[in-house]
């Protein structure tokens, strides 16, 4: 119905590339593993992968 589904991984592997994340979109389709309300999943779209960095720049006194 020409709407999004992203799917996000927490912690993906290390050694994860390009070729490995399609294919397994590739196999996610194909096996309609998921149904959202606007029916299954149809194409790829968009692969990333977002890293970020948390500095803690203070800690309460302990008391």
């Known amino acids: ?7 996000t991984l927490p912690a993906p592997r290390a050694d994860l590339t390009a070729a490995k994340a399609e294919a397994a ?10 149904v959202t309300t606007g029916g299954e999943l149809i194409e790829k779209k968009d692969i990333k992968i977002t890293d970020s960095t948390t500095t803690d720049l203070y800690d309460p006194p302990l008391y």
Request: aromatic residues 12%.
């Open 25 to 34: 979109m590739e196999l996610i389709n194909s096996k309609n593993m998921f």
């Open 1 to 7: 119905m020409g709407g999004t589904f992203t799917l």
